[in-house]
């Protein structure tokens, strides 16, 4: 247990990063473990909170996988992915949109409002905020990707003092909408901000050359550095749309891209106001 001088010590060392990153922008991708279980819930919550009222601005996009899963499984419909992707027919679509935007936003808004926090919830189709496309050549996919941002929405709600919470479920300009994956959404939100970091949770330690040993951890890595690791197929799956929206966002204007553990309480203040973080961060 800290006693008082432990955490006088702690705060001390905090004090740089704060001085460093108050009046940035950083986006937070949500999801995994930290989105199931209640504590790394409420931790999650806390830490959002006591980032914001430091000073430093944050989006947050979510995803929301293994609760899309039970929905559909209730309905009979099975799942199916490529390259960590869901592919998304017409009646998927329809779920993922309900689960997505009707309850897990919601859900998220309810609890940072409830402990004061000053959250919004959004879809990309609110004010336009996304603008879909379709990312495969089939009619039947509705996966989409992110082909323009206003950014001017995200600008007037951080300069307002609240937190947007954003699903990552969009429209083009046909009105069709589209699942669009929630690190891909979050990257393009982070490069259109020229946000200071970009941050997805995960559950497993950030980015490692062997999975099974904790030891193998690649604490900073360079985009060369990470590409060089999916060539080796050492980066496979569910991590591949990871680092490709880390190094997009890096390519455009994010300064870093940093892959973490949800599933260690207070994951975020680690990572952000500690010398040596707890994953991956990515840079030029």
């Known amino acids: 247990m800290l006693t008082d001088l432990n955490r006088v010590q702690v705060l001390s060392e905090a004090l740089p990063f704060i001085q460093k990153f108050s009046g940035r922008t950083i986006v937070i991708k949500y999801g995994g473990a930290a989105m199931k279980n209640d504590l790394l819930k409420n931790k999650f919550i806390e830490d959002i909170l006591f980032l914001s009222y430091i000073g430093i601005k944050l989006i947050l996009v979510h995803g929301g996988g293994p609760m899309i899963n039970t929905w559909l499984k209730k309905v009979n419909i099975k799942s199916h992915f490529y390259n960590g992707i869901r592919v998304t027919d017409k009646e998927t679509m329809e779920i993922v949109e309900m689960v997505l ?3 897990i936003n919601k859900e998220l808004v ?13 879809s990309g189709k609110d004010g336009n905020l996304i603008v879909a496309s379709q990312l495969f050549n089939d009619p039947n996919n509705l996966v989409g990707t992110v082909k323009q941002v206003n950014v001017r929405i995200l600008k007037l709600l ?9 699903s990552s479920v969009a429209a083009d300009e046909c009105g069709q909408s589209y699942n ?4 891909t959404v979050a990257g393009a939100l ?3 901000i ?3 970091k970009l941050i997805l949770l ?3 330690l950030g980015i490692m050359r062997n999975p099974s040993k904790p030891e193998t951890l690649e604490k900073h890595l360079t985009i060369d550095q990470v590409k060089k690791l999916v060539d080796q197929r050492i980066v496979v799956g569910g991590m591949i749309p990871k680092v490709d929206c880390c190094i997009k966002s890096l390519q455009g204007n994010v300064k870093s891209a940093h892959i ?5 309480e207070h994951a975020l203040l680690l990572e952000i106001l500690t010398m040596d973080g707890i994953g991956s961060m990515i840079t030029l």
Do not use: F, H
């Open 190 to 192: 982070a490069d259109a």
């Open 101 to 103: 935007v009707g309850k």
């Open 194 to 196: 020229q946000a200071e």
């Open 260 to 264: 973490i553990d949800g599933r260690v």
């Open 158 to 166: 951080l300069d307002s003092g609240y937190i947007p919470i954003v």
């Open 110 to 122: 309810t609890l940072l409002n409830k402990k004061q926090g000053s959250a919004i919830g959004l």
């Open 202 to 204: 995960t559950d497993t």
């Open 180 to 183: 669009i994956n929630a690190d």
